[in-house]
């Protein structure tokens, strides 16, 4: 229950096409999806987020598109750019009763856009 | 305004020394938790400290220790090192260490190697 699983492992994306990556989650006490990128020596860079309270948040060209009964949670990434490759890490967390700060991360998704 | 840091960068050890890794804290942040990230894969939850408490504590053997200090900053211990901890140690940093929208801030990591 405390898995979240990330799809597609890698992702080729041409210069300014859509890059999505998928994620799914088991556990209904999760309240906080966070999305993170991380570039090669660097650690993890939050870069959008939401709450299962609404179904699509948008910050730039990123966003995040949520579906509660599923249990299910993607980031579209628009006009994709090559400074856009990257390790793409979707996370979830609790924040109530006590939670602390335990993110639960996906495996990953290496995107490469190529110019 | 600096972020999380970490020190060292790289570490090489051998199996069953024991290490020390470091992490200084954004200025103002009084939470520290730290991640386990092996190659290829997400960061791992090892702890939570907050206000010097530890507040919670990963799937990870008693090999594995931490404190934090009265300025914040915090220590991650193992002992007794075996070839499977060699992996990229993630600090992370945030104001008060509820979790959801208390956002976390990585540092760049410290990289062990293990041989």
């Known amino acids: 229950q405390q898995q979240v699983k990330q799809s597609p492992q890698s992702l080729i994306v041409q210069k300014g096409g859509i890059s999505i990556i998928n994620c799914a989650y088991e556990?209904?006490?999760?309240?906080?999806f966070p999305w993170y990128q991380q570039f090669p020596g660097k650690g993890p860079a939050l870069l959008i987020a939401?709450?299962?309270?609404?179904s699509e948040k948008k910050e730039g060209r990123f966003t995040i598109s949520f579906n509660k009964s599923a249990k299910q949670f993607s980031l579209h990434i628009m006009d994709s750019q090559p400074g856009d490759s990257a390790t793409y890490f979707c996370?979830?967390?609790?924040?109530?009763?006590?939670?602390?700060?335990?993110?639960?991360f996906g495996t990953g998704t290496l995107l490469a856009v190529q110019p | 305004d600096a972020g999380v840091t970490q020190s060292p960068t790289h570490l090489i050890k051998t199996r069953g020394q024991h290490v020390t890794l470091r992490c200084s804290p954004i200025?103002?942040?009084?939470?520290v938790s730290w991640y386990q990230q092996v190659l290829g894969q997400g960061p791992q939850f090892i702890f939570q400290?907050?206000?010097?408490?530890?507040?919670g504590r990963g799937n990870f053997p008693d090999r594995f220790s931490a404190r934090q200090f009265p300025n914040y900053s915090s220590e991650l211990n193992v002992n007794a090192l075996l070839l499977g901890d060699s992996a990229l140690y993630l600090c992370?940093?945030?104001?008060?260490?509820?979790?959801?929208?208390?956002?976390?801030?990585f540092g760049p990591g410290t990289r062990l190697t293990v041989l």
């Open positions: 992370a940093s945030s104001l008060v260490g509820t979790g959801g929208t208390d956002t976390q801030y």
């Open positions: 556990n209904t006490a999760f309240d906080y």
């Open positions: 939401i709450r299962p309270d609404v």
């Open positions: 996370a979830a967390s609790r924040s109530y009763g006590g939670a602390t700060n335990k993110l639960i």
């Open positions: 200025s103002g942040h009084k939470s």
């Open positions: 400290y907050y206000e010097k408490e530890e507040r």
